[in-house]
């Protein structure tokens, strides 16, 4: 009984330590390219033709989201840098033409996309979509020690005592006092 109950309260200690140590989860998204616009050629009096690099700019992408084209009479072409600015469509990276089409966004950096149906990408049928790399937390820089100061209390002037103890320590400590009560 004593061992099922150690190995129980192991797991449970290795499980907490793994939950707290583990960084949060994103969900990944999909996005609908343009919203109720859609893809298509930007036109009319609130279309400019840099209406979907600005659609671009208000949403953050994140290696795993997906982009959802949904077009008529019309395709999507990922291109490379040279393609896009130059609007030429002779050598896609990939091309879709069916309609409704998803781009998993698979890797950090720039995608570059236009329309392939003639003159669409010059009046402003393109875009470019900035995906952030996977964030890791950066180590706090160090910090110098604070300078003695004679205000500060000698060790036999004090009478409190500093204990500074971090959450995942304090969880870790209260498993173990619980396991040692249940043995």
């Known amino acids: 009984m004593a061992s099922s109950l150690g190995i129980l309260c192991t797991s449970m200690v290795v499980s907490l330590v793994f939950m707290i140590s583990a960084p949060p989860l994103e969900a990944v998204k999909e996005f609908k390219v343009g919203d109720d616009l859609g893809w298509s050629v930007p036109s009319g009096p609130n279309n400019s033709s840099a209406i979907y690099n600005q659609w671009a700019v208000r949403n953050r992408f994140r290696i795993g989201d997906s982009l959802v084209f949904e077009y008529k009479n019309d395709s999507v072409?990922?291109?490379?840098?040279?393609g896009y600015y130059?609007?030429?469509?002779?050598?896609p990276i990939i091309a879709f033409n069916n309609g409704n089409s998803t781009v998993k966004l698979d890797r950090s950096g720039f995608f570059y996309f236009s329309s392939g149906a003639p003159d669409h990408c010059k009046k402003g049928q393109r875009m470019i979509v900035d995906v952030m790399s996977r964030h890791r937390p950066s180590p706090s820089p160090a910090v110098p020690p604070e300078p003695f100061t004679a205000t500060s209390p000698t060790p036999a002037q004090s009478a409190g005592v500093l204990v500074s103890v971090a959450h995942s320590s304090l969880a870790l400590a209260l498993i173990a006092t619980a396991a040692t009560l249940l043995v």
């Open 86 to 91: 130059h609007c030429d469509a002779s050598k």
């Open 77 to 82: 072409l990922l291109v490379d840098k040279w």
